[in-house]
């Protein structure tokens, strides 16, 4: 079976010493839409910068669509869009001249091009902007242009570092969206995100990396089967005691809230029945935290 | 794949040259302000007590000492600003994560300093032509030593570009190498004028064999022989064109 990206033993030391990879396997399918999630300096951003060679390799062997990185680097290249963490266009370029000369360097022709910058700059609605200079743009916008960029030469492997850090809630939903389509027509995408909510929403499959090493790689389903509790916490009507629950582990958080943890298979019927026996009145209810936030922080916290 | 690489090196030539002349009062006017002000100074006033040199007046004789710094500053100050900038402001990576071949790039950015040198270049020789008319000995000589000497200043600027780290570096080497070699090389004198000890000396400074074949091609008159010229450009050229090649293949100041 041939994969979108297929890693193995991929290893990294950086030249002052710090171990940064150590022995990554990993292996993401056609059309799969892949989480890869992990605090601060786990690895993902190496992970990434080496398949879309911005950073040399210790040792290993990456392969994409089948092409191995060592000995059909152009090939495997030209496969690769890429929407880096940090904005790296030149700010001086108008947004046209930019999705333009990136296309040209995947040997798209320059009419082409052109036609090409107006379908994705209208989709993702900078085409009014395509005479300005990159500079000028709003936070948001430079982020879509790099996403817009990155499909100029229509990529089946599409790799977001953090996409859609430092971008508003309604724009985060829209290019959730887009994505979403993106991958519905069968492009690969490859996620890091920080918000994990994000994760949840849009992979199908999660690898979770942790010093240098990848300690989950599954299908989200499975993954947050494995949560075992999860935490609650209901507004109720305050008496100003502590309720009795038998049978949960509960916290009063303040006067009108109440923590409590449910595990898997506990159900919370019992719960709501203790409630209304004691007479207290529950006002709302919600997670203490996204589900995958919990589990992620549990294998984080494990492994550390 | 050859087609691909070919558009990619039309894309970069394109991106390279929309740089220097979206910023024409920083690149093309300053070499044409400072070279009319050494026609003036240098070549009409006090030119016209130095007399005759070579056979030719003094204005003459520093024409084509004058086009060549021009040539030289221009493509190696294009190349090495340009390739530190896309580094400081990281859209190098557009091209490394692109399949673009590190011949590609090379080519790419030597195009814009050839492109920028050739502006240059021919806006001063108008300016010149202010001062004095110029007749050309040999074209094809004028033209080879021109394009040799543009390619090698321009694969210079580029391994500039490469080790630098702040644009302090990008600005060092111009100011007390290139600028001192250059004054030294011959664009205000002949060679021959020198003590033989200088003159000597004089042999390790490549410029030395730029300006003397292009002032041959010019005037017909020559400080070192003109195959020697071309054979120093030449050995320059390879030489720099495999390490930059080596530097960027190896991605050494681009990748970790």
Not at chain 1, 223 to 234: C, G, P, R, V
Not at chain 2, 127 to 153: A, D, E, K, N, R
Request: glycine share 8%.
């Amino acid at each position: 079976m041939t994969y979108a990206l297929e890693i193995n033993d991929l290893k990294k030391v950086y030249s002052g010493g710090v171990e940064a990879l150590r022995g990554i396997d990993l292996k993401v399918e056609e059309g799969d839409f892949y989480a890869l999630l992990g605090p601060n300096g786990a690895g993902k951003s190496t992970t990434i910068g080496i398949v879309t060679s911005l950073i040399n390799k210790t040792s290993g062997n990456v392969k994409v669509f089948g092409y191995d990185m060592d000995t059909q680097l152009m090939q495997a290249k030209l496969q690769i869009g890429l929407v880096p963490q940090e904005f790296n266009f030149s700010p001086f370029e108008t947004v046209q001249q930019i999705v333009v000369n990136q296309a040209g360097y995947y040997g798209v022709s320059r009419k082409e091009a052109l036609e090409r910058s107006e379908k994705y700059l209208k989709q993702s609605d900078l085409w009014e902007k395509k005479n300005v200079q990159a500079r000028m743009l709003s936070g948001g916008m430079k982020r879509r242009l790099m996403i817009s960029r990155a499909l100029m030469h229509e990529p089946s492997l599409l790799i977001l570092d953090e996409p859609t850090a430092g971008v508003d809630i309604e724009l985060r939903r829209e290019m959730w969206t887009f994505l979403k389509e993106l991958n519905d027509n069968g492009t690969t995408i490859i996620l890091t995100t920080h918000y994990l909510e994000e994760a949840e929403m849009l992979c199908r499959n999660i690898g979770i990396i942790q010093k240098g090493q990848l300690i989950e790689d599954t299908s989200m389903k499975s993954l947050l089967a494995k949560l075992q509790f999860e935490t609650i916490i209901l507004d109720i009507e305050s008496s100003g005691q502590m309720p009795v629950i038998k049978g949960y582990e509960s916290e009063l958080m303040d006067e009108g809230s109440l923590s409590v943890e449910v595990g898997r298979d506990q159900g919370i019927n019992e719960l709501f029945n203790q409630l209304t026996e004691q007479g207290i009145k529950v006002l709302s209810m919600r997670n203490k935290s996204n589900r995958l936030e919990e589990l992620f922080l549990k294998l984080t916290e494990e492994t550390a | 794949m050859f087609k691909l690489y070919l558009t990619a090196l039309k894309g970069l030539a394109v991106k390279e040259t929309n740089r220097y002349l979206r910023i024409w009062i920083q690149t093309l006017v300053p070499p044409v302000i400072t070279t009319s002000l050494y026609f003036i100074i240098f070549g009409n006033l006090i030119g016209k007590r130095i007399g005759e040199m070579g056979g030719f007046s003094y204005m003459e004789f520093i024409v084509p000492g004058l086009i060549m710094m021009s040539v030289i500053t221009s493509s190696y100050s294009n190349v090495s600003s340009s390739f530190f900038s896309q580094k400081f402001q990281k859209n190098i990576e557009e091209l490394l994560v692109a399949p673009v071949p590190t011949h590609i790039i090379i080519w790419g950015f030597v195009i814009g300093g050839l492109g920028r040198s050739t502006l240059v270049g021919i806006l001063v020789t108008i300016i010149s032509l202010l001062f004095v008319p110029l007749q050309v000995y040999s074209w094809s000589i004028v033209i080879l030593t021109f394009l040799m000497t543009s390619i090698l200043f321009s694969l210079a600027g580029l391994l500039n570009g490469i080790f630098a780290r702040s644009f302090d570096d990008v600005s060092i080497v111009p100011t007390f190498v290139l600028q001192p070699l250059t004054y030294l090389g011959g664009v205000f004198f002949s060679i021959s004028m020198l003590p033989p000890f200088w003159q000597i000396v004089s042999q390790f400074n490549p410029i030395v064999y730029m300006i003397s074949g292009f002032r041959f091609g010019i005037l017909g008159v020559i400080d070192v022989p003109i195959l020697f010229s071309v054979l120093i450009s030449i050995i320059f050229v390879i030489s720099l064109y495999a390490l930059n090649w080596y530097l960027i293949e190896k991605g050494r100041g681009l990748r970790s």
